[in-house]
């Protein structure tokens, strides 16, 4: 089954982890199995090959459960990997996470924490045993157990500052440079935006949280349970809008967050006004290279929840590509299904494309193969080409079969380094543009 041979998600303890290991000087403490924190450390590289930051990868404190503590249980084994913790690792927040199997046994982890606990260590608890959800699902309870466990209630709210929730890190492998852009806009309107997950963030920032007001969730789905328990515990109200790709899309962004927080929309539009500017300027300096490359493409967009809309939106409202198809590769209820549904129907496509939920990387090749004529031996047909795919690493035979380019923007990413690099807003709308293009011209 492609569906397990060529995943594009890992399981929850994967998404918790790539969280923790992004959020500053946070330390995991993995109650769990030798190979759950190596292998899923392994996993999430394909992030773009994300890295093991400040306490990653071979570095992660682990209680390495074996045969012995499943037949007694691992709570003993457990406590001595929180001291030995607090002794080796220097860190502002220590978390415990589960696996699969000390979820199975049943170990009482909050008992344990309860032991050990010290005022000079703060120590949370976060429940990502692996089968109840996958990658995205464990970012989600992890920002949400720091809102219930963590950041402190604050009744003094800042009017200017805002939470970014909904990228996950990893899986939404250009979660970095997209939250330091959107953060960027919101600072030409007067915001100041809390990512958690940046470089430059401090557990001080994550402690300020709380004080904002408003959060704002770049994902239908992902970040959403987040917001509501910050809404139920520090009476913070949020919006869930769409990642906004180019011009059009970030000046919208803007104003969303703009109307929510009081903020008047003349002073948004001119305060933006340089930007677009400067936007178009870039855009115009391309097109004789746009005109000399034959440049639009029929596209098949194969994406998460959080930005497979965004980038179809990009490529047909922006830059006047043809997107023929939207695969979305979520696991998502019929509900959330609707929900997807009635904002594909919302964007104003010139050129609608196909929504199909699909997780399986085979039926995704073979949904397109049997629908097309041109591989049905029709004798008349409309061909779809030139041909390109944004989509992940595994989705190269297709763009091979479509005789198409491959842009890889989508998880698992394994054939580019994404260190600070963005498609997310104005400087992240003209470098899509930039790769889209070097990729037609690569070859010359």
């Not at 594009?8 to 995991?28: D, E, Y």
């Not at 996993?43 to 990868?57: D, E, M, R, T």
């Not at 960027?184 to 997950?197: H, M, Q």
């Amino acid at each position: 089954m492609s569906f397990i041979e060529r995943p594009r998600f890992s399981c929850m303890l994967g998404g918790a982890l790539a969280t923790l290991t992004s959020l500053p000087r946070v330390i995991p403490i993995i109650h769990g199995a030798q190979g759950c924190g190596g292998q899923l450390t392994n996993s999430f590289a394909y992030g773009g090959y994300l890295g093991v930051g400040y306490c990653g990868g071979a570095s992660l404190p682990s209680s390495n459960v074996s045969e012995k503590e499943i037949i007694f249980g691992g709570a003993e084994r457990l406590k001595q990997e929180i001291l030995s913790a607090y002794e080796v690792m220097d860190g502002d927040l220590f978390v415990v996470v589960t696996s699969c199997m000390t979820d199975l046994i049943g170990d009482d982890v909050e008992s344990v924490i309860s032991e050990v606990e010290r005022p000079e260590y703060p120590l949370i608890f976060v429940d990502t045993g692996g089968f109840k959800g996958n990658s995205y699902y464990g970012y989600d309870i992890v920002i949400r157990s720091l809102f219930e466990q963590f950041i402190p209630v604050s009744e003094e709210k800042d009017d200017r500052l805002v939470n970014l929730l909904g990228l996950v890190p990893a899986y939404d492998p250009f979660f970095r440079g997209d939250l330091e852009e959107l953060r960027r806009i919101l600072s030409l309107i007067g915001v100041k935006a809390t990512t958690f997950v940046t470089p430059d963030q401090t557990i001080e920032d994550i402690k300020n949280a709380g004080k904002a007001e408003l959060n704002v969730v770049l994902s239908p789905v992902n970040g959403v349970r987040a917001a509501k328990a910050a809404k139920e515990k520090h009476g913070i109200d949020y919006i869930v809008t769409d990642l906004p790709i180019g011009s059009n899309a970030s000046v919208e962004f803007a104003l969303a967050v703009a109307e929510k927080l009081g903020i008047d929309e003349e002073y948004v539009r001119k305060a933006l006004a340089k930007e677009i500017d400067r936007y178009y300027s870039y855009i115009d300096r391309a097109t004789d290279v746009i005109a000399d490359t034959d440049f639009q493409n029929y596209a098949v967009v194969i994406n998460n929840v959080t930005e497979a809309l965004p980038y179809a939106k990009y490529l047909d409202n922006e830059i006047g590509w043809l997107p023929e198809y939207i695969f979305i590769t979520d696991e998502l209820r019929d509900k959330t299904k609707q929900l997807i549904r009635e904002s594909f129907e919302a964007i104003p496509f010139e050129n609608r494309p196909e929504l199909v939920f699909e997780t399986d990387t085979f039926k995704i090749q073979q949904y397109i193969l049997q629908k097309r004529p041109q591989f049905l031996s029709d004798t008349y047909y409309d061909k779809l080409d030139p041909a390109f795919v944004l989509g992940s690493s595994i989705d190269r035979k297709l763009a091979q079969t479509l005789n198409g380019n491959l842009l890889n923007t989508s998880f698992p990413v394994s054939s580019r380094i994404i260190l600070n690099h963005t498609y997310t807003g104005f400087n992240g709308g003209l470098a899509l543009l930039e790769d889209l293009i070097t990729a037609q011209v690569s070859g010359r």
